[in-house]
């Protein structure tokens, strides 16, 4: 199927190139820009030859051989010279030539020749060494004699010379300005091909990049863009493929996970019938004579149906998609404080654990809470530490305000065994069970994840940590909520996307 997939996308990347051009494969592409660099190469020689051709004709550059060819003519004017005539000299020499004027007795007298060259220039004048280009180089050495027995030597090179001394002594050769000129012509026209070839490929690769990034926003209804170049099209036919199979794949998950949470929402909705006849029945008994320890069992379920009733209202909006509702309000503390007191002394009770509970001096008389959803939080906590509580043992809950953290801080502590180090970072998890005796007790591992997904939605966190020998070990869990009016948040969920 996969296959048939590609080659349908192909076939309409086809068509609908053919508007546009054909395809063609990424070795003619990457081929056209060598072509470009070859037809560059090639126009900058033209130009570096037409120029140099332009500075010969017009006298500015002297050819190569400009030293051989006049050596007689430049030898005869020196011939009618003395060494007195010193810029005379220097006014008889083309700037071809460089000069060096020696005594009959050796004595350097005058000259333009380098110092090094000094030596050289004396030993071809009275030791007969320089008689062609091989004896130092490409560098000639020749005599000439004067009218009064002084000896002048030439000193030149095979290489274009500036007609000009001046150009001459503040420039390069012709020759090396002209090819440093050209590779740098060169360099910027090589960086000028390259910066347009990377535009170019990047325009080719867009819509590759364009898929990826509508992939990773789950935008899966989307056609895949041609980009003409073979290679790449088959690249974008083989993600083609994974968007299609992707989106068939999140829609049948969506389609199974909307008729689980059709069925949760159903299975819920008739937990409310034996609710109601529990709460019925419990006010019943609350109208007729109890003695006082009845009247508060009783009390005690009522209250336990009342919030049985809540959740099954939540798990309701939550599977049909409504998701818990969050409505802060400015709400009194102390009120709040008794009622989750009186919900934890009665699970605790049922398990057999007594409460120590304590409060700070510093409290604030209001605070912004969704009022429900706290009550949620502290009785999941309050649960997983009875839960784990030793019979006859005891739960700390201590509440106070952290005024340096700017939150208010709930801790409930028990005596029992204590987190696992993976249970320290992954308790909060969805349906992390990393006890296996809480799972064979039926639970979940959904507790701890609904109070730190109640208290995200307040823009606070539960922390958990072991109490210290010391401290007489267990567990403590702590529920951090702000003082002030924090921007409320989404819950996150365990793959990092808002749920």
């Known amino acids: ?27 003619a592409l990457i081929l056209r820009y ?30 190569a051989n400009y030293g051989d060819t006049a050596l007689d003519e430049t030898s005869a004017r020196l011939g009618e010279l003395t060494s007195a005539d010193a810029d ?65 030597v030439l000193v030149y090179q095979y290489l274009p010379q500036f007609a000009s001394k001046d150009l001459r002594d503040a420039l390069p050769n012709p020759q090396n300005l002209l090819l440093g000129a050209l590779a740098v012509l060169l360099a910027l026209t090589l960086v000028g091909i390259a910066a347009r070839a990377a535009r170019v490929i990047s325009r080719k690769m867009e819509p590759l990049a364009d898929a990826v990034r509508r992939i990773e926003e789950r935008d899966l209804d989307f056609e895949v863009a041609s980009s003409r170049v073979r290679e790449i099209d088959d690249v974008l036919a083989a993600m083609d493929d994974m968007r299609a199979s992707l989106k068939d794949s999140l829609e049948a998950q969506w389609r199974g996970g909307q008729a689980q949470r059709e069925q949760i929402a159903a299975l819920a909705h008739d937990l409310k019938t034996p609710l109601t006849v529990v709460r019925g029945n419990v006010d019943l008994l ?12 009783a009390a005690d379920v009522a209250e336990g149906a009342r919030q049985m009733g809540t959740y099954v209202s939540a798990l309701i909006d939550a599977s049909l998609g409504a998701g818990a509702s969050f409505a802060p309000r400015e709400a009194r503390l102390r009120p709040l404080l008794e009622r989750l007191r009186a919900q934890v002394e ?21 605070m912004l809470l969704d009022e429900a959803l706290v009550e949620r939080a502290v009785a999941n906590v309050a649960a997983n530490a009875v839960e784990h509580a030793p019979a006859g043992s005891s739960v700390a809950v201590d509440v106070r305000a952290d005024v340096a953290a700017g939150c208010l801080a709930l801790s409930v502590a028990d005596e029992g065994p204590g987190f696992s180090p993976e249970a320290l970072s992954r308790g909060c998890e969805r349906f992390y069970q990393g006890d296996a005796a809480r799972a064979a007790r039926g639970h979940n591992g959904l507790g701890l994840h609904v109070a730190a997904e109640a208290a995200a939605r307040h823009g606070g966190s539960v922390e958990l940590a072991n109490r210290s020998a010391a401290e007489g070990g267990g567990a403590r869990a702590t529920l951090r909520l702000p003082l002030g009016h924090a921007a409320p948040q989404e819950p996150v969920g365990p793959t990092g996307y808002a749920e």
Do not use: K
């Open 1 to 27: 199927m996969d296959s048939v997939r590609r080659d349908a996308w192909t076939h309409g990347a086809n068509g609908a190139s053919r508007g546009r051009g054909r395809r063609f494969p990424l070795g």
């Open 34 to 63: 060598f072509a470009y660099v070859l037809v560059a190469l090639l126009a900058l020689a033209l130009v570096a030859y037409a120029a140099f051709g332009v500075l010969v004709g017009s006298g500015t550059v002297l050819l």
């Open 88 to 152: 005379a000299i220097d006014a008889a020499v083309p700037s071809a030539y460089r000069w060096a004027l020696f005594s009959p007795d050796g004595a350097y007298a005058a000259g333009d020749v380098a110092a090094g060259a000094v030596d050289d220039a004396r030993a071809a004048a009275f030791d007969g060494l320089a008689i062609d280009y091989e004896t130092f180089g490409m560098t000639r050495y020749e005599p000439v004699t004067l009218a009064d027995g002084s000896v002048c």
């Open 286 to 297: 609350l109208e007729g004579e109890l003695s006082g320890e009845q009247r508060a069992c």
């Open 346 to 366: 009665a699970l605790a009770a049922a398990s057999g654990v007594r409460v120590v509970w304590s409060e700070g001096a510093d409290l604030p008389e209001t």
